[in-house]
C-alpha cells in the first residue's frame, strides 16, 4: 500500500527505477502447478490436496465480494454462500484489500488449529493432520521492518526471530491492478525494492517469494537471482454479490494453494538450508544433487591448521566451477591467487544456477575492510 512520491525522497525512487530496468524483461508467466514443478513440491502439493479435499470449503463460503474498489457482503442462499462479518466490509480500495487479508489470515490459522487429522484409510495408513505454518504475519504499513526503511503491507517472519530483515521470509504487497494485468512500473520498483533488501540480509537465499494481491486476485511471484516468474493463485474473494458455487470453489482452491506455500519450510521454500534455527555452522539440505556439509562458524577459521575461508558462489550453470577458475589461474602463474583447500557443488542446477562452495587459503582482509581501515 505504501506509496512514495520520487519528489520525496529521490534516491529511493531512482534506486526502484533502476531495479525495475534490471528485472522488467525478465519475465517468466507460469501455472501455479508448473512453478511448484520447478522448485521440486509439486508431488507434494498433490498429496497434501488428496489428504484435505475439503479443506477451507466453509471459509470460502463466507469470503467476501470485492468489486469497484469497496468490499461487500455476498449472499447466495442456494449455494450456501453468506460472508462473514469481516472488519474490511465497507472499506475502500487497498486499505480493504489489506484488512481482508490479515483477517482471513487469522481464520485459516484458527481453523487450522481446531482441525482433527483425517481419519486412517481402508488400507490403514496413518490419519494425515493439516501443516500448520512456521511464519508469523505482521504489518508494516505504517512502521517500517526494523533495520530497514521498506513498509509492506504484510511480512512473514520467521519463529522465535527477531523481527528484521534477516528473519523475512515472505512479503505481501497489496495493489488494485485488475486480474491479469501487467505490474505497473511503480509496484514492481516497490516489490523489487523489497527483494533487494531481503537478499542483502540472506545469503543463503535460493530465491525470494512475494505474495501480490491485486483487486480480488492473489498471485504468487519468485524472484531469482536473474529472473522472476509470477504465478496465478486464484481469487481470495468473490467478484459479484450473488456468487455460485464455481466461484466457491475457486475461493477455496487459491485458499489450499496459499495455505500450501505458508507451510512450507525455508529450507524448501526460498533458502538452501533451515534459515529459522540458528545452528554452530550452516547444515546443507540433502537431496539427490547435493552434498551434506557442515561449516564451523569462527572468528578464526582453520583447514588442517591453516587459516581459511568459506565462499559460497551462486553460478550460471554454463559458467565453469569457481574451483577451476582458480586452478586455471594458479597454472598460468598468475600471482596472489589463493590456495583452494576443499571445493564442492552443493545443488547443481536450480532456476539455472549452481550452488558451489570452496574453502580459501585465507590472504588477509577483504578490500573492505582494508579500505575501511584507511
Request: glycine letters at 6%; hydrophobic letters at 40%; aromatic letters at 10%.
Amino acid at each position: 500500500m505504501e506509496t512514495i512520491p520520487a519528489e520525496a525522497d529521490p534516491k529511493l525512487q531512482e534506486r526502484r527505477d533502476r531495479l525495475y530496468d534490471e528485472i522488467s524483461d525478465q519475465f517468466k508467466d507460469v501455472s501455479f502447478e508448473r512453478l511448484l514443478d520447478i522448485i521440486g513440491e509439486l508431488e507434494t502439493f498433490e498429496d497434501y490436496c488428496g489428504d484435505h479435499p475439503e479443506l477451507f470449503a466453509g471459509l470460502a463460503r463466507e469470503a467476501p465480494c470485492f468489486t469497484g474498489g469497496k468490499m461487500m457482503k455476498a449472499v447466495n442462499n442456494i449455494h450456501k454462500i453468506r460472508t462473514a462479518n469481516y472488519d474490511c466490509l465497507n472499506k475502500s480500495n487497498e486499505a480493504a484489500a489489506t484488512s481482508y487479508f490479515f483477517q482471513l489470515h487469522r481464520k485459516m490459522e484458527d481453523m487450522v488449529d481446531e482441525l482433527e487429522p483425517a481419519p486412517a484409510s481402508a488400507l490403514g495408513e496413518a490419519p494425515t493432520a493439516v501443516p500448520r505454518s512456521p511464519y508469523g504475519l505482521e504489518d508494516h504499513q505504517s512502521t517500517p521492518i526494523p533495520e530497514s526503511e521498506l513498509k509492506a503491507d504484510g511480512v512473514f517472519f520467521y519463529e522465535r526471530s527477531a523481527p528484521d530483515m534477516a528473519a523475512v521470509h515472505m512479503v505481501m504487497e497489496t495493489k488494485l491492478a485488475p486480474a491479469g494485468s501487467t505490474i505497473n512500473k511503480d509496484d514492481l520498483g516497490q516489490i523489487a525494492d523489497y527483494v533487494h533488501a531481503i537478499w542483502g540480509a540472506q545469503p543463503t537465499r535460493t530465491f525470494v517469494p512475494v505474495l501480490f494481491a491485486h483487486g480480488a486476485e492473489l498471485d504468487l511471484l519468485v524472484f531469482t537471482r536473474d529472473k522472476w516468474y509470477r504465478a496465478s493463485l486464484g481469487p481470495l474473494s468473490y467478484r459479484r454479490q450473488d456468487p455460485r458455487e464455481r466461484d466457491a470453489k475457486a475461493i477455496r482452491e487459491t485458499m489450499v494453494r496459499l495455505w500450501f506455500i505458508l507451510t512450507l519450510p525455508p529450507d524448501r521454500f526460498g533458502h538452501f538450508c533451515d534459515a529459522t534455527k540458528q545452528p554452530n555452522g550452516l547444515l546443507f539440505t540433502r537431496e539427490e544433487d547435493s552434498v551434506m556439509a557442515t561449516v564451523e562458524v569462527s572468528s578464526s577459521p582453520r583447514y588442517k591448521g591453516k587459516k581459511a575461508v568459506l565462499k559460497l558462489a551462486w553460478v550460471p550453470v554454463d559458467r565453469l566451477p569457481e574451483g577451476a577458475v582458480y586452478e586455471f589461474l594458479k597454472s598460468k602463474n598468475v600471482g596472489g591467487i589463493p590456495e583452494v583447500f576443499d571445493s564442492g557443488i552443493l545443488r547443481k542446477n536450480f532456476l539455472g544456477h549452481r550452488l558451489e562452495y570452496l574453502v580459501l587459503e585465507h590472504c588477509g582482509d577483504p578490500l573492505d575492510v582494508y579500505f575501511h581501515k584507511l
